[in-house]
């Protein structure tokens, strides 16, 4: 009963076409979170199957990526940087890419608060991310697009405040 | 449709609750310690600790006000936070609007000084640990906000030379101990700045930029002075940090710390259903961030107001940023201003969130005074109606009438004693 209610307030929600609005910009590693979404679940727990890794492939399996936030749990609310780990499928280290940041809040239908960049490669495959800020506690998604030589494709991390 | 159904819900839900309360409340009395795991989850107790005053950490650091902790700086930015000379007028100190006894505000939808803003004044407590000043964020620090109303034309109405006057006038001394020597004064109007009123702008523009520059520099030094006295005004423990400190610890709750019913519902609606902790959150109650939550026009006709899509922008483009010539900032230090999100649909008619301490004790509510009661601030949640422009991120909670009044009566145990130098300086 009130799964149906909610189903309704959701999909006319505003909050829900700006989601689908940025998924298409953060290109189509979105779609799979967003697709799971019903109205109802927005504001709701997150599937139960959440990969939290910090390591990952990307969608067409072209990059391996580790993300190396600056601890181990997450702060809220607090600018961060975190280093990128890129390498290609069989372990090469990427060093010239062009990188773009982005995510946000699938539940909430919301972007990340701050425009994060990569400001610079480090070298070895590693590059420096600045300008990542989680305003909330729950479940977020950051995504990367690399392009490369290697070819170009998107990484998503699931990370839990 | 079915109209005798959700009554019957309700009253079976009603002596549901009832029948809950008898027990928790008897099982409280017997098993004593274990009562506050049994209320409260591993997560929920995390997620209450994390609003409480015992989370705040230290206060951050003002990179771009090297004076920010300076207490000779304090002493005389708490003297020009209430004199009143700082004004065209001679009676508007920052102080007739953020009033200490009032929670540094003023209790008006729109704030009065020389003339009538088309916003409401904020409480100022706490602001120092906010990357972001005023309802749509257009500065990046305390000492850059407090330069904007000095020189706007409805609130203070003076201009920089005014202030440059008065400062050699009555507060050489504790100036230069500070900043060092001031500027010579020899052929300077007694009213120039950049600011509406175009005599004072020409008079300015005649000012040889060099001593535009001496003169600005002495303006953004009010702004540090001032910030160092606000950077010390801050909260001390509401009955709800003492609730949840109780709670914690497993201890009874004393007279100080009991949470009624009421409370303790409207508290579990707050960082649950009612997703309220999405927002505001942390021990101030606030994510320091923007958002469209559809807060009405106000019913006076203003100019359009399009919240932190426009206040972003300012905060950039300000000659007193983190990244200007004034700050004291080195390159790596402005981080929220070179990461800020500066364009899309979410920043139009976003407001910041404000804290949510004592809020019970400054009514009218919203970035315009649009919404006069707490009941009806609950209301507007539970509405959740469409923005005027941009997109509301709340969805309608549909609360009950019950749910509603224990939001409120949660929301009236954030309240609490201010700290810091809250009166006017000695002397005056
Ligand atoms: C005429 C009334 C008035 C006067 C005088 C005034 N303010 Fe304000 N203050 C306001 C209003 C209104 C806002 C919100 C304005 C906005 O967002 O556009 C505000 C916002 C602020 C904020 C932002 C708080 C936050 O949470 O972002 C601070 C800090 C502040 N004022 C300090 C000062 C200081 C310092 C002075 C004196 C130099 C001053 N104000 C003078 C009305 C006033
Ligand atoms: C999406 C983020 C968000 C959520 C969720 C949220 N708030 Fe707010 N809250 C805000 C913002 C932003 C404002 C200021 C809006 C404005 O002035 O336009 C605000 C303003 C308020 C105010 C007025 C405070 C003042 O000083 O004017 C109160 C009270 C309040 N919220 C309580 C609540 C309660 C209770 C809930 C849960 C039912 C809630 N909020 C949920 C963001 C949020
Ligand atoms: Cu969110």
């Not at chain 1, 009130?2 to 779609?31: D, E, F, H, W, Y």
């Not at chain 2, 000012?207 to 005004?233: C, F, M, S, W």
Request: charged fraction near 20%.
């Amino acid at each position: 009963m009130r799964n149906v209610a909610c189903t309704i307030a959701g999909s006319k929600s505003p909050a829900v076409r700006i989601n689908r609005r940025r998924s298409t910009q953060l290109g189509t590693m979105m779609l799979p979170a967003v697709g799971l979404l019903t109205g109802c679940m927005l504001f709701t727990r997150p599937p139960a199957d959440i990969d939290y890794a910090r390591t990952r492939s990307s969608a067409s399996g072209v990059y391996h990526a580790t993300i190396h936030p600056d601890g181990d749990s997450i702060p809220q609310g607090r600018l961060q940087r975190w280093t990128l780990h890129l390498e290609t499928a069989d372990g090469t280290p990427v060093d010239r890419a062009r990188i773009e940041v982005g995510g946000g809040m699938p539940q909430h239908g919301h972007g990340l608060p701050t425009r994060p960049r990569v400001t610079r490669p480090l070298g070895a495959g590693n590059h420096l991310v600045e300008g990542l800020k989680f305003n909330m506690g729950g479940w977020w998604v950051v995504t990367f697009r690399v392009e490369s030589a290697a070819g170009t494709d998107s990484l998503v991390f699931n990370v839990k405040l | 449709m079915n109209r005798s159904r959700p009554l019957r819900q309700r009253h079976l839900f009603l002596s549901l609750l009832g029948l809950l309360t008898f027990l928790a409340s008897s099982g409280a009395a017997v098993r004593g310690r274990s009562a506050s795991t049994d209320r409260w989850s591993e997560q929920e107790r995390a997620l209450l600790r994390s609003l409480t005053l015992s989370s705040l950490g230290p206060l951050p650091a003002d990179p771009s006000n090297r004076y920010a902790d300076d207490s000779l700086a304090a002493r005389l930015g708490r003297r020009l936070f209430f004199d009143e000379r700082l004004s065209s007028t001679g009676t508007v100190s920052c102080a007739s609007c953020h009033m200490p006894d009032r929670q540094f505000q003023d209790d008006r939808a729109l704030a009065h000084g020389v003339g009538l803003t088309s916003r409401r004044t904020m409480p100022i407590a706490g602001t120092a640990y906010s990357p972001w000043q005023f309802w749509d964020g257009r500065a990046d620090s305390q000492w850059a906000q407090a330069l904007g109303p000095l020189e706007s034309a409805v609130e203070h109405g003076g201009d920089r030379t005014q202030y440059l006057h008065l400062i050699a006038s009555d507060y050489r001394r504790e100036y230069e101990l500070i900043f060092g020597r001031l500027p010579r004064l020899d052929g300077l109007p007694a009213h120039a700045g950049p600011v509406a009123d175009s005599v004072r702008a020409v008079a300015w523009r005649r000012i040889a930029p060099v001593r535009q520059e001496d003169i600005t520099r002495v303006y953004a030094n009010i702004g540090k002075a001032i910030a160092a006295y606000e950077r010390r005004l801050g909260f001390a423990p509401s009955r709800f940090d003492q609730y949840v400190a109780a709670e914690l610890a497993g201890e009874r709750p004393t007279a100080a710390s009991a949470f009624s019913a009421d409370e303790e519902a409207g508290l579990r609606l707050f960082i649950g259903k009612a997703r309220c902790a999405n927002c505001h959150n942390g021990a101030l109650l606030t994510d320091n961030s923007f958002h469209n939550t559809g807060v009405g026009l106000p019913g006076v006709a203003l100019p359009p107001d399009r919240g932190r899509a426009t206040g972003v922008r300012q905060a950039l483009a300000s000659e007193f940023a983190c990244t200007g010539r004034y700050s004291d900032a080195g390159p790596d230090d402005c981080a929220e201003l070179r990461f800020a999100t500066v364009d899309g649909e979410e920043l139009v008619r976003a407001y910041k969130t404000p804290s949510l301490r004592n809020v019970a004790e400054r009514a009218p509510y919203m970035h315009a005074g649009q919404i006069a009661t707490l009941e009806d601030v609950v209301d507007h949640y539970s509405r959740a109606p469409e923005a005027p422009a941009g997109h509301s991120e709340l969805q309608p909670l549909r609360l009950t009438t019950m749910e509603r009044s224990q939001l409120v009566a949660f929301l009236r145990t954030l309240s609490g004693p201010l700290v810091g130098p809250l009166a006017p300086p000695a002397g005056r």
